[in-house]
Each structure stands twice: as C-alpha cells, then as structure tokens.
C-alpha cells in the first residue's frame, strides 16, 4: 500500500512522530490554519513558562491564530499586595505575541475566585475601591494591546446557594449583582477598542446546577443588554467532563439561544477530563478524541461560534497535570487532556479537532 504524504503525515501523528523534527517531513496544518479557513479563530491559553521552552514557544505559534492569558492578568497575580502591580509576565505574553501579529485575550477582571487575602481583609468601601481601580489601573495599562477581556469570569455557582445562583466572593459582596454591570461599563471606558467577554463555566454539564448556570446566564446577558452595557461575546468555557452528564445536541441549542442575543458565542477553555477514561493510552487518546469530535461537531453547528481556545495545548502544560503532579508528585498516570502530549507531538484529538473544523458548515 503506498501512502500519499498528506496520509504518511497522519499516520506519523498517529504514532506520535510527527511532531518531532523529522528530516523531510513537514508538520500536518496547523490546527490554526485550518480552522481559519473555516472562518474560526483557533487559540491557545498561555503562560510565561510556555515561553521558557523554545520547541513548546514554537507549537504555540504554529498552532495558535489567538492566545489567552492562562494566569498571569489574574488579579491576584497582578496585584499580590495592596500596592503591587506585577504586569511583568503579562507584557512577555504579549511581546512573545506581537513579534507573531498572534492577537491576545486578557483573563480576567472581576473573578471571584481570584482574592488574595490582603482584599479579604478590606472593609466594604475599600473592596469597592479595589474594584473600580484595578479595572481602571489594569484595563488602561494593556488598553489597544487586547483583542478583549473576559471582564466577570464565573459570575454564577449554585453550590453557594445565594439568591440568584451567583457565585459567592468579593465582588458580589462589595456591589451584590451590580458588579457585572459595573465591570463591564468602567473596562468599556478604559479600553473602547477591546471586545468584552462575560466567561462561563459548566455551561456543558447535563446537572441540575448546569441547567441553573445556563438559565442564570440568559438572564444576566439580557440585564446587562438592559442596563446599557456593551456586551460583544458570551465566552462558555468548555472544560469538558465526560463523567458528568452531557448532550451536545441541547447544548448546540443553548448555544444557540445564547446567540439570539446577538452576541457572538467564543468556546474560550476547551479540554477533556480523562479521569474516567481507561489507562491504556491508545485507548484513552481514543476516547479524548472522540468526545472532542462530538462537542465540536454539535457546537460549530451554531453559525455564531467564532472562536475555539484551548486551556493550553500540550498535555505537560495542562493544569489537570500541574494539579496531579501536586497531589503525587511521583504519578505515574498523567492526564491526557489536549491535542498534543508531552512531547508537543499531534495526539488523535488533533486529528479530531482538525475533522470536526473541516467539516463546519459555512455559515
Ligand atoms: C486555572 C489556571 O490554568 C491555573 O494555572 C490556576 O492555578 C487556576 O486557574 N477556569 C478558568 C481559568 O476560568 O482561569 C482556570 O485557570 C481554569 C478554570
């Protein structure tokens, strides 16, 4: 059987070779270049160790067509004591960036999850203080170097059972539920030109609390459409977990009444939990694989989706492996949740992903 190139390519990434220099072969299409021909923005989170591996700096900016800020613009992060601003990782995303024209999303503004314990310990007119000043301080320090912001992060965790299903955190104790309209108003003001996100988690789960999260989030876009705030995307995240239940043909749905909004829909942390997937590779690569195929299939459906990030794109720089090393740091099982491995060689989910941008139809 003789092999075409294109098929000896696929194939090399079948066995993971394809991703190593090989003389005289040339690296499949970058998952980038594909999706663009689709009219899809494809991307990457990114953080500064990324850039401290040359061969892993060089599958980002092969890949990537949009890069977003993993950690490093978190408010804790940035302002680690009260008077800190720590931009430094930040700006070497962004000149790494720049020297590709690759354009960059800002992660995140008002997150309640991001508090470091000076914040906590402010009284309620100091928080609010805090609030309105990172936005203004940060949003104006990185104004025209963004594509956008996912300005509220996770606004909503039923788990903490407030009214409204909001999430719990400093923010929403400062202002109550005005603080998404708040955030999104003031980070217009200081950066006109940026687009503004409102990300979202577990929109994909088939769970009471999943179904309360989607519910919940129709009604704080319709409020801040209400309220004036310029809203230009709804940002779901997508941190697929295939032991929760899912259905992605009423989640293309969801996804598709979101969109009556007028708004556009980006996928901004795409990854697949392999937790219960078996530990054969072989097998669990396969699995991963597909239940990308599946997930991007139904949503690219949905003609407003213009954007897929990934949370990272080699499964050594993904957090499930940061946060397995931690829990035992001599694992010798290590989660498998991105189109490229450790060795930033295509995975089958590359294959996968790849089929599932092809196979878009045109809007
Ligand atoms: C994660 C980062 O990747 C980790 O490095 C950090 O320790 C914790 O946060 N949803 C989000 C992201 O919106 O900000 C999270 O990123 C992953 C879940």
């Known amino acids: 059987m003789k092999l075409s190139r294109r098929e000896t390519l696929f194939a090399l990434a079948g066995l993971g070779l394809a991703g190593k220099a090989q003389p005289g072969f040339a690296a499949p299409a ?48 940035l302002r680690p004591t009260a008077d800190s601003f720590q931009p430094g990782e930040a700006d070497a995303i962004l000149a790494f960036a720049r020297a590709s024209a690759i354009p960059v999303r800002g992660h995140t503004l008002a997150w309640n999850e991001s508090r470091p314990d000076w914040l906590m310990a402010l009284s309620t007119a100091e928080m609010r203080a805090a609030l309105d000043r990172h936005i203004d301080e940060t949003v104006g320090y990185f ?42 108003k ?6 006109p030109a940026a687009r503004l996100v409102l990300n979202e988690a577990m929109t994909e789960a088939w769970t009471e609390d999943g179904a309360l999260i989607r519910k919940s989030l129709l009604g704080l876009v319709d409020r801040l459409q209400h309220d004036g705030a310029r809203l230009d995307a709804v940002g779901l995240q997508g941190h697929l977990l295939p032991q929760k239940p899912h259905d992605d043909a009423a989640f293309a749905d969801f996804v598709a009444e979101l969109a009556t909004r007028k708004i556009d ?14 530990d054969d590779i072989g097998a669990r690569d396969a699995a991963v694989a597909e239940h990308y195929r599946q997930f991007l299939t139904a949503v690219l459906a949905v003609p407003a989706v213009k954007m897929v990030i990934t949370w990272q794109l080699a499964d050594s720089a993904s957090w499930y492996d940061h946060a397995a090393r931690e829990a035992d740091p001599d694992a010798t099982r290590l ?16 294959g996968a992903m790849s089929a599932a941008f092809t196979a878009r139809r045109p809007a």
Do not use: C
């Open 143 to 184: 104004a025209g170097q963004l594509h956008s912001w996912d300005v509220v992060n996770e606004p909503f965790w039923p788990g903490h059972r407030l009214p409204g299903h909001f999430r719990d955190g400093p923010w929403l104790d400062a202002f109550g539920e005005d603080y998404v309209t708040r955030a999104f």
């Open 186 to 191: 003031r980070t217009a003001a200081a950066d």
């Open 30 to 77: 970058s998952l980038g270049a594909i999706a663009a021909e689709q009219g899809l923005l494809f991307g990457t989170s990114i953080a500064s160790d990324t850039l401290a591996d040359p061969a892993q700096a060089a599958l980002y900016r092969r890949e990537a067509r949009i890069f977003t800020v993993d950690y490093a613009m978190k408010f804790g992060f």
């Open 265 to 278: 829909i980006y996928i901004t942390e795409l990854d697949v939990d392999d937790t219960v997937f078996p």
């Open 335 to 350: 989660p498998r949740p991105l189109p490229f491995d450790a060795h930033f060689a295509p995975k089958p989910a590359h």
